[in-house]
């Protein structure tokens, strides 16, 4: 019931009951004999059980009253409490709605490098010697892989006549078995070639510090096992290099460790007297 009908109630009550008592004294007390001011008086006394009724009755109805503001301040309080519940679930919602977006924006800008890298991989060039006239061009991974040997060949080994019929016998330096000659020769490299090597090595360190940066994903591994898998066994070694040199100490190595990037080179296209620095590289 609600409290408006329950006010026209009591009032409607207790009008009633007034009447109802006024009438029964007025029958009880018919025919009156004489009207005067004590005996109006001595009437209205009469009223005197109605006015503590009254009384207690208004009394019980505060009382009533505070109780019901009561449970309606109760009810209040759960509804508050709920609604906090149901923002407090809206926001989680909205905080993993939140996450997801980050994730699909980056991994959008992820495979979007990606095909950049390889773009840039295919925009390798190498031209070859000359040999019978013609000299040889190579693009993309082949390019990698004839730089890759040229710098072992040409940078890390020198030759020597043997035999006395035009013949020469490669050896390897014996400066290159330490890294600062690794370093000076591979530095002397790039200087030639590094036009052709210099966009996608920035390129790859550029993709790896994506994801590094990514402080939002829970398995790095996973993008930069992607990128590891792009990367032909030439372009691991010759990276394992660009590493050691100045132009990728700085920056490039910390980030190849840290995400094992070189974790599948395969020693057998390193050079043998370069396998100690390899292993201490993988270690540091």
């Known amino acids: 019931m609600s409290i408006k009908n329950l006010s026209i109630l009591l009032i409607g009550g207790v009008i009633f009951t007034v009447l109802v008592y006024a009438g029964v ?16 008086g001595v009437f209205g006394d009469s009223f005197g059980f109605l006015t503590s009724l009254f009384s207690g009755l208004a009394f019980a109805g505060l009382i009533i009253t505070i109780v019901m503001q009561k449970k309606e301040l109760s ?20 905080q993993a709605q939140n996450e997801t977006l980050k994730v699909q924006r980056f991994e959008n800008t992820f495979f979007k490098m990606l095909e950049l890298l390889e773009a ?3 925009d390798i060039f190498y031209k070859g010697w000359v040999m019978m006239g013609n000299a040889p061009s190579y693009e993309g991974r082949d390019a990698i892989k004839h730089l890759y040997e040229l710098y ?15 013949e020469r016998k490669k050896v390897f330096k014996e400066e290159c078995k330490t890294e ?8 002397e490299f790039y200087k030639q070639y590094g036009d052709e090597l210099g966009q996608y090595y920035r390129t790859l360190y550029n ?4 994801v590094d940066r990514a402080h939002f994903l829970d ?9 590891r898998a792009q990367l032909s066994r030439y372009e691991l070694s010759l990276l394992f290099y660009n590493c050691l040199s100045d132009y990728g100490k700085e920056k490039m190595a910390p980030l190849v460790k840290e995400y094992k990037i070189l974790k599948h080179l395969e020693p057998s296209v390193l050079q043998e007297d370069n396998m100690d620095i390899w292993y201490k590289f993988n270690v540091e």
């Open 25 to 40: 004294l007025i029958y009880l007390t018919w025919p009156i004999s004489e009207l005067s001011i004590s005996n109006s």
């Open 152 to 166: 072992i060949d040409s940078f890390l080994h020198y030759y020597i006549e043997e035999g006395g019929y035009g």
């Open 75 to 94: 009810l209040q309080r759960e509804e508050l409490s709920l609604t906090r519940e149901e923002l407090s679930g809206q926001k989680q919602e909205m």
């Open 120 to 122: 840039c991989r295919k």
């Open 219 to 227: 398995e790095k591994t996973i993008y930069t096992n992607l990128v």
């Open 207 to 210: 993709v790896l510090k994506l």
């Open 180 to 187: 600062e000659g690794i370093v000076r020769e591979y530095n």
